[in-house]
C-alpha cells in the first residue's frame, strides 16, 4: 500500500481510505471482518461523518474496534461535521458540540482529523478559528480540514485559522471530472473550460492541500455507479481491456486512475464487501500509463482540444 506525506504535518496516510458512510445497518460480524481486512491490507484510515446513519456509524464502528481490541493508536479517524437537517452551521458552538457527540460515538478521546462538512453561506471564520483553538487546546482534535470547500472559502478560513487546513475532500471520478475538465480546457469556448470550483485541484497542490475523492465510482451526484453501467459503454469497454492489462478488477482501475494524478489525491471508498476491498486495494500497485489515463478520460465522454 502506497502512503501519502501530508504536508505540514506528520500524518502519513494509506492513498486509500475506507468511507464508513454506509455501515450503520451492517451485521456485527461482517463489519468487524471488514475493519480487520482493511487494517490487514493497511489501509487503516477511516473517513466518518455525524450524519452518516445519524450517528449510528459511528456507533457502530465503535463497537466493533472495541470488540477486537484494536489499539486506537494504530488507526486513523477523520470525522466531519457542519451539516444540520435543513442547513449547515459552522458556528463555534455546533462544531465543537459536534466533536464532542462524535467522540462520545466512537468511544474515543481525540480524532485525527475533523473537515468541515459543507460550506456554510453563514459562516463566520472567526468562530471556526475559536472552535478549532478549543478542540486543538483540548486535545480532542489533532489535524484539520474541510470538505466540498473552494479556494476563496478555505483563504478566507485562512485569515482567521492558525491551524494548516490539510485536507479537502471533494467528489472525484472518471466520470466526475470538473476540476481536471477545465485546466485542460483552458482558452477554449466550451462546457468544460467553465470553472466551477475556483481551479480547486491547482490551488490545493499550491497550497499543500491533500485531496480526498470521494464517491470514485459514482457518476452525477449520487445518480449510480457507472461500473457495468450500460449507459456507458465505451468507457465500460477501456475500463475492462485495462483491467486485463494489468491483471485486476474493473473497481481497481476505476481507482488507480485517481491516484493516478500527479497531487497525489487520496480516494476514499465505501464498500461495505470484503472481497470487493481487497480488489480495489490492488489499485495502489498500478501505475497507469499516461496512455492508458488520457484514454480512461476520452472514454468518458471528454474531447481533447
Excluded at 493497511?42 to 445519524?54: C, K, M, P, R, S
Excluded at 465543537?96 to 468541515?116: A, F, G
Excluded at 465500460?236 to 489525491?265: C, F, G, M, T
Aim: glycine share 6%; hydrophobic share 40%.
Amino acid at each position: 500500500m502506497n502512503k501519502i506525506n501530508v504536508s505540514n504535518s506528520n500524518l502519513t496516510i494509506p492513498d486509500i481510505g475506507i468511507g464508513c458512510m454506509r455501515i450503520a445497518e451492517m451485521d456485527s460480524k461482517k463489519l468487524e471482518e471488514l475493519i480487520q481486512t482493511a487494517i490487514e491490507l493497511d489501509l487503516n484510515f477511516f473517513d466518518h461523518a455525524d450524519i452518516y446513519g445519524a450517528g449510528k456509524s459511528e456507533e457502530v464502528f465503535a463497537e466493533a474496534i472495541a470488540s477486537q481490541n484494536i489499539d486506537r493508536e494504530s488507526i486513523i479517524l477523520q470525522s466531519k461535521c457542519g451539516i444540520r437537517k435543513g442547513f449547515y452551521d459552522l458556528s463555534e458552538e455546533h462544531i465543537i458540540n459536534s466533536v464532542d457527540k462524535i467522540l462520545m460515538r466512537l468511544k474515543t478521546e481525540y480524532l485525527d482529523i475533523l473537515l468541515l462538512h459543507r460550506p456554510d453561506a453563514l459562516v463566520e471564520p472567526e468562530e471556526v478559528a475559536a472552535a478549532f483553538d478549543i478542540l486543538e487546546r483540548t486535545g480532542k482534535v489533532k489535524h484539520f480540514g474541510v470538505s466540498n470547500h473552494n479556494p476563496m472559502q478555505i483563504e478566507l478560513l485562512k485569515k482567521h485559522v492558525k491551524q494548516p487546513i490539510l485536507f479537502n475532500q471533494l467528489q472525484l471520478s472518471a466520470m466526475r471530472t470538473g476540476m481536471i475538465d477545465q485546466g485542460i480546457n483552458v482558452n477554449m469556448k466550451v462546457p468544460g473550460s467553465l470553472d466551477h470550483d475556483g481551479s480547486v485541484l491547482d490551488y490545493c497542490r499550491l497550497k499543500d492541500i491533500t485531496i480526498q475523492a470521494w464517491s470514485p465510482f459514482q457518476y452525477g451526484f449520487f445518480e449510480g455507479v457507472f461500473l457495468d453501467n450500460k449507459k456507458f459503454p465505451e468507457l465500460n469497454r477501456v475500463i475492462k481491456k485495462l483491467a486485463e492489462k494489468y491483471d485486476v478488477q474493473d473497481s481497481a482501475v476505476a481507482v488507480a486512475w485517481i491516484l493516478r494524478h500527479p497531487a497525489r489525491i487520496q480516494t476514499i471508498i465505501g464498500t461495505t464487501k470484503v472481497e470487493r476491498l481487497k480488489q480495489i486495494s490492488e489499485a495502489s500497485d498500478i501505475v497507469m500509463s499516461r496512455e492508458d489515463w488520457y484514454e480512461v478520460y476520452r472514454a468518458a465522454g471528454n474531447e481533447l482540444p
